[in-house]
Every structure is written in C-alpha cells, then in structure tokens.
C-alpha cells in the first residue's frame, strides 16, 4: 500500500470522525461572527482537534482564512485535513522558517484575509505566546481575535499540547473573542493581555 493512499485514507477518515463526533455535540456559539477587516486569529494547539467548524460559523461571505501550518510531518496532515473544510494554509511556524512564513502572512492580511496562529505550536511550550503573533498585528496594525472552545466531557491527549478531543454527546461552547488592539503594547505587554484573555473565556466558558 502506498505512502499516498495511506495518507489519503488517514485524512479522510479523521474528517468523517470528526463530523462524526460534532454532529452528536450540542452546540453554543458566543461572540460576533468576524467582519471584513483582517485579523490575527489566536487559539491554542491543544484546541484543534475541533477548531475547523468554528470557522465554518464564524466566518465572513467569502474571506478567507488561512491557518498558519509548520513544515513538520504533522503538518502534512492538518493541511490537508483542513482544506476538507475550505480552509486555507500557510506553511512554515514562526520559529521554523520564520520568514518565508511571515512574508506570506502579510501577505494574507493585505488582502484583507484572517491568518491563524497557534501561538504555542507547532512544539510548545505548552500554552505559550510566540513573538510571531504580536510581529504580525504590530507590523500590520491589525487587531487580534481569540478562538477556543470548551467542552463538558472529552478525552485529554498524553501530548504535549494536552489537547482535547470532545465526547460524542457533550456540550461544546465555541467563542471568538471581541477585536484586541495590541498596537501600543510591547511585545510583552502584549502577551500577557492575551494570556489574561485566553484564561478568562477559560474560565467564563468552561463546564
């Protein structure tokens, strides 16, 4: 059996188990939907098993969004995976190959588009804020939207993401966060603002 086929069958199936699992799911969605200004779009790695239907309510007509994928071997596998759900990519991690990514990050939020990041991927720390993140919305002047979700039951990955994956028949709590101006902060300022507010959906969102 070839790498290709394999691959192919793996995409695929995780697709159909993901369906599988958020259309068992009783769902609540908190937040305004994004409008035609660009944004940089946070949440973290340990949130993706379940992220790409956020984007399918979230999202604005036909702006795009493009999630922001390392060249790592796994990476291979979440690009393709998310572009089942017309989602866009942009290979490269602000700490590997950190220019190439960026350039085409700008590029994206020129067109008026949305970059997601996970700030803490592709390999930690654990919830950790890259410089990456704050680069973008700084050179750019865009403002920065926080994604997550929360669920009432899930299975905890041993990763080092501690990602979850929620259980068929829980409830999910998606949000996205109101627009946050970072353009007058230091890069540290920044960060920890960001990390106050991904801890307080946390906790206003959580079962």
């Known amino acids: 059996m070839g790498k290709s086929f394999k691959f192919a069958c793996l995409t695929r199936l995780v697709f159909i188990l993901q369906w599988l699992i958020f259309l068992t799911c009783f769902k609540t969605y908190r937040g305004d939907?994004?409008?035609?200004?660009p944004y940089v779009v946070l949440f973290w790695h340990g949130r993706l098993a379940l992220m790409p239907f956020a984007f399918r309510h979230f999202r604005c007509g036909k702006k795009r969004a493009y999630v922001m994928i390392s060249h790592h071997r796994?990476?291979?596998?979440?690009?393709?995976?998310?572009?089942?759900?017309?989602?866009?990519?942009?290979?490269g991690s602000t700490s590997k190959g950190a220019s190439k990514a960026l350039k085409a990050a700008f590029k994206v939020l020129d067109k008026n588009d949305d970059i997601v990041i996970t700030p803490d991927g592709p390999r930690g720390p654990y919830r950790s804020i890259s410089d990456g993140a704050i680069l973008l919305a700084h050179k750019k002047n865009v403002k920065i939207r926080i994604l997550n979700y929360e669920a009432s039951r899930f299975w905890q990955f041993k990763s080092w993401d501690k990602m979850i994956l929620?259980?068929?028949?829980?409830?999910?709590?998606?949000?996205?966060?109101?627009?946050?101006?970072?353009?007058?902060?230091?890069?540290?300022?920044?960060?920890?603002?960001?990390r106050k507010e991904f801890e307080k959906i946390e906790e206003s969102d959580g079962f």
């Open 33 to 37: 939907k994004v409008d035609e200004k």
């Open 74 to 91: 796994d990476g291979e596998y979440i690009a393709k995976i998310i572009e089942f759900y017309g989602l866009d990519s942009v290979r």
């Open 166 to 194: 929620p259980k068929p028949f829980s409830r999910v709590v998606y949000r996205l966060s109101e627009p946050i101006d970072v353009s007058n902060l230091s890069k540290d300022e920044a960060k920890e603002i960001l």
